[in-house]
């Protein structure tokens, strides 16, 4: 065998193993949470991009800072053109990795997008449920009102119009909640409307749930929001199983459960800003499911 042959097979070779590894990982694309951005993603994008060479990661750079309280059915439209722009040059599909208030912008992505090739979904610490607590967000956009009295502020129509009043769910006003409420009860089905089957259809075509969060949050309130529980209108946290939506299947979360298709993965010692730059929460509840 000459010098020259054995360049052109190791060449090809080479060729070979990294086609195949770059094959081997199917994109992510990441949605950031409440007055961030792009940026305040990075350190996630490295986690992955060391475990996962070759990987394509997109942080989807849209809304970000202040332009994230714009109202959420605005954000959605502008999210789904870019998730799309992306599945549809993939044959493999793409992973969703969702921080925060991303999570539930990407619940609502799953509902709407019709024949979607989404594999992991990825929610991290994101308030899915429901938020009812006064965090230091909170404290930022009503600075002078209780938690108990912004359901006055979010269930009108004018409250609406802000994203964190969206999926604002105040156990003690159920009824208002359900009638005002035009986004988180509409994707976790609490309340029907044309789309109730269709959604849940288009949400059940992924093919993981990932539930992430833990006790020491310190934003999400309830902290198993972020894992599908609530407060009752006691304040005692009913976990995800024993919800209503769960128990009825409103938008198919018992049907993955039951298909065992959710990974809930509880991370005490982490607090909401850090879920996102966490190496340990990165390979105890991520990793394995970005292949
Ligand atoms: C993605 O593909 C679908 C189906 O072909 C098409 O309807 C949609 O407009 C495409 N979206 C983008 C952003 O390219
Ligand atoms: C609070 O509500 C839950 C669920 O509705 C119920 O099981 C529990 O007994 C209540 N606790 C108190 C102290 O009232
Ligand atoms: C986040 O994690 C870093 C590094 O582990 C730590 O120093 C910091 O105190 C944490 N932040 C909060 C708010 O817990």
Redo the contacts with the bound molecule.
């Keep these: 065998m000459t010098m020259k042959s054995s360049v052109v097979r190791s060449f090809v070779l080479f060729l070979l193993l990294s086609w195949s590894s770059s094959e081997a990982y199917k994109p992510v694309i990441i949605v950031h949470g409440l007055f961030e951005g792009a940026k305040e993603m990075r350190t996630i994008t490295e986690f992955i991009q060391e475990a996962h060479p070759g990987t394509e990661v997109t942080v989807l750079d849209l809304f970000d800072g202040g332009a994230s309280l714009e109202p959420l059915w605005y954000q959605v439209k502008y999210f789904?053109?870019?998730?799309?722009?992306i599945?549809?040059r993939t044959e493999d599909g793409a992973h969703l990795l969702c921080y925060s208030q991303g999570g539930v912008i990407c619940r609502a992505l799953l509902s709407v997008m019709p024949?979607h090739n989404i594999h992991s979904f990825i929610a991290l610490s994101s308030p899915l449920a429901g938020q009812y607590g006064g965090t230091e967000y909170l404290k930022k956009i009503f600075p002078d009102t209780l938690k108990k009295e912004v359901y006055k502020l979010c269930y009108i129509k004018l409250g609406q119009e802000l994203s964190i009043c969206q999926y604002w769910n105040d156990p003690h006003h159920r009824h208002q909640y359900l009638k005002h409420s035009n986004f988180l009860a509409l994707i976790n089905g609490e309340k029907e409307h044309t789309f109730t089957k269709v959604w849940r259809e288009n949400f059940l075509r992924i093919k993981k749930l990932v539930l992430i969060g833990g006790p020491d949050d310190g934003v999400i309130t309830p902290w198993q929001s972020s894992l599908f529980g609530f407060f009752s209108s006691n304040e005692t946290v009913v976990e995800m199983r024993n919800q209503q939506f769960y128990m009825n299947d409103a938008f198919g979360l018992k049907t993955l459960d039951l298909r065992g298709d959710v990974s809930v993965c509880k991370q005490p010692g982490v607090h909401h800003t850090n879920f996102s730059r966490s190496v340990s929460v990165f390979n105890n509840c991520i990793r394995d499911w970005l292949t």
């Excluded at 789904?80 to 722009?85: D, F, G, M, N, Q």
């Design positions: 789904r053109l870019a998730v799309e722009s599945m549809n024949k």
